[in-house]
């Protein structure tokens, strides 16, 4: 699945789930009953007494922006591009959209768990992986995408442009090697 078609299935599913929660809102749709505060005060359910979070991993703590900048995500798209989106701090990602005058580019970054299972995804719908040497640890591309790991951190790299995936093949694998050079 190219990475504009998993985009579009993620918005598409997002926009059918905020028409579900505003038709519960105002049409006496069934909508989903929040715990009361107290009920939930009063579970069995112990409180952590782990010092950091489950969840807080190298990869959460990583920058995916400061792993790819803007400068190397233009380089990469061939064009201007608006700053960084961070996306979820437990599973960092940063994106750099082109401006909505155009040209269309865009470059997406992905850290840790996230890069690894879009990695095992792709390889399950049988994408085309070439293996690409002296990058991190280990290193996968496909067109318009490299996949590499560094130590125990997987970073994706992906790209979205209207031209041949051959003309991006040296430009990914450059970026990503800055990239891995920035890991710990």
């Given at each position: 699945m190219t990475p504009s078609i998993r985009h579009t299935l993620?918005?598409?599913f997002l926009g059918l789930v905020a028409a579900w929660l505003l038709a519960c809102n105002s049409t006496g749709v069934a909508c989903p009953t929040p715990i009361p505060t107290q009920l939930a005060a009063e579970s069995d359910v112990p409180a952590s007494t782990e010092s950091e979070p489950p969840a807080a991993t190298l990869a959460a703590a990583l920058d995916a922006c400061a792993i790819v900048p803007k400068s190397d995500a233009e380089l990469l798209a061939g064009t201007p591009l608006n700053d960084g989106a961070a996306g979820n701090p437990l599973d960092p990602s940063c994106t750099y959209t082109g401006p909505t005058t155009g040209p269309l580019g865009q470059v997406s970054v992905?850290?840790?768990p996230g890069a690894k299972k879009t990695y095992d995804i792709d390889v399950q719908?049988?994408?085309?992986f070439a293996p690409v040497a002296d990058?991190?640890?280990e290193a996968y591309e496909e067109p318009f995408?490299?996949?590499f790991r560094k130590g125990e951190?997987?970073?994706?790299?992906e790209l979205v442009r209207l031209n041949d995936a051959g003309a991006d093949r040296i430009p990914l694998e450059d970026v990503a090697r800055r990239?891995?050079?920035r890991l710990p």
């Open positions: 993620g918005g598409a992905y850290t840790g719908l049988q994408h085309v990058i991190g640890d995408a490299i996949f951190t997987w970073i994706a790299i990239a891995a050079a």
